[in-house]
């Protein structure tokens, strides 16, 4: 709330200029590179994509986010990384019901341990969950996400950084 009364691009809050951040709603729309349980678009009037894909890429109140991923489904992003190494993952999400559900990340190593994600309260209510350390090579890859929830969860975007974490302060 503080930068956006003090007039900060919000868009940018918690990065750097080396952090790579994709949005949700930029998946790769090839259905061999995405799960969805329901073969029919939930975002109705609200889809941001094409409202026959399954994947519901939703406009929530202006916020484009990928919404209604439901137990089992999953979704791939594309991930273009200037430098090789190690970076730490993070993801914005929401989840309105107990318990928040978990996500798995595969970045072409096959799926990894699954991660809690806590009950942010609200559909509307995002928080960043930090997922792990993970090494990329320098190009363009994709990072998979495999959601586990009793209802649905949302998610925003996801972040990669270097070194020390830019999105910090948006951590509860």
């Known amino acids: 709330m503080n930068a956006w009364r003090e007039g900060r691009d919000v868009t940018k809050l918690g990065t750097k200029p080396s952090s ?3 949005q949700a709603e930029d998946y790769i729309d090839d259905p061999a590179l995405y799960h969805d349980a329901n073969p029919r678009n939930e975002c109705g009037t609200r889809a941001i994509r094409s409202s ?4 519901d ?9 990928i919404q209604y991923i439901r137990d089992g489904e999953w979704f791939t992003l594309p991930v273009t990384a200037t430098q090789p190494g190690n970076y730490r993952l993070s993801i914005r999400h929401s989840s309105d019901t107990e318990p928040g559900g978990t996500v798995s990340v595969d970045t072409g190593k096959g799926f990894g341990k699954p ?3 806590p009950n ?3 559909n509307r209510a995002f928080q960043v969950t930090d997922l792990g350390k993970f090494k990329l090579d320098r190009g363009t890859q994709q990072i998979k996400l495999k959601f ?25």
């Open 52 to 55: 026959s894909s399954p994947v």
């Open 20 to 22: 790579i951040r994709v």
């Open 120 to 122: 942010t309260t609200h």
């Open 115 to 117: 991660i809690a994600l």
């Open 57 to 65: 890429a939703c406009d929530l109140d202006g916020a484009h986010i």
């Open 148 to 172: 586990t929830h009793a209802d649905y969860a949302s998610v925003d975007w996801i972040q990669l950084n270097r070194g020390q974490r830019a999105d910090v302060e948006l951590m509860r």
